[in-house]
Structures are given as C-alpha cells and as structure tokens.
C-alpha cells in the first residue's frame, strides 16, 4: 500500500489488518515498487498524489513488470477525473478520500475476487 500520509496509512493498514490481510505499507510509489520486487502480492492499494514517485506513474510501473497484479486507487486531491485516468492506466477500482471502511473492505474483496 503506497500512501505518504502517516495517519492514513496507519489507518489503512489497521483496517486491512483487522479483516485478516497483511500489508506492507510504503511511504510512495519508488518504496512500494521495492517491496512489490521482494515479496509476492496479490493487490496494490496506491494513492494519487505523492512525493517522489506519484501514483500515475507507480500503476505504469506495476502494468510493465506485474502486468496481473491488482490495484485499486485512492485520491482526494484531484477530483474523479484522474481517478478516470487511474482506471484506464490498469486500476481494478477507484475510491475517492476520505475513503470510508466499508467502501473500502466491499472494493478489495471484490477486486480480489476478479
């Protein structure tokens, strides 16, 4: 999960924690690219607009070098328009911030289940 908010990124990995997922939480994209090229994952969750390695550009990243790993997109900064954008680069699913926990939980288990 690739989030430069400390706040929300401990939350968000609370929350997929606490259904029974393990998450390894990254600061932006350039860190979660390095943990994607040490472990296997199943699904990415990145944010939009990050420092260093922004999230346009990590889902370009993962398509070239893990072209069938999922990922699901979270933004507040942009408007739905490059959560649109996100989508048609290879995100599986978009959520708007503040991201609510069900949406949440609903939107992973259902891009895993694809």
């Given amino acids: 999960m690739a989030e430069d908010n ?8 609370e929350v997929l924690e606490s259904e029974g997922y393990a998450v390894k ?3 932006n994209g350039r860190r979660a690219m390095d943990l994607l090229r040490q472990d296997r994952v199943d699904l990415m ?3 939009l607009a ?4 922004e999230g346009i550009e ?11 790993l999922k990922i699901v997109v979270i933004s507040g900064a942009f408007g739905d328009e490059m959560l649109r954008i996100a989508k048609k680069f ?6 708007r911030k503040p991201v609510q926990i069900e949406a949440l939980l609903e939107t992973v288990h259902q891009v895993l289940a694809q």
């Fill in 50 to 53: 990050m420092p260093e390695q």
């Fill in 6 to 13: 400390p706040d929300l990124r401990a939350w968000l990995q």
């Fill in 58 to 68: 990590t889902i370009q990243m993962v398509r070239k070098e893990y072209p069938a």
């Fill in 45 to 47: 969750i990145t944010d």
């Fill in 90 to 95: 290879g995100a599986a699913a978009a959520l």
């Fill in 25 to 27: 939480p990254a600061v």
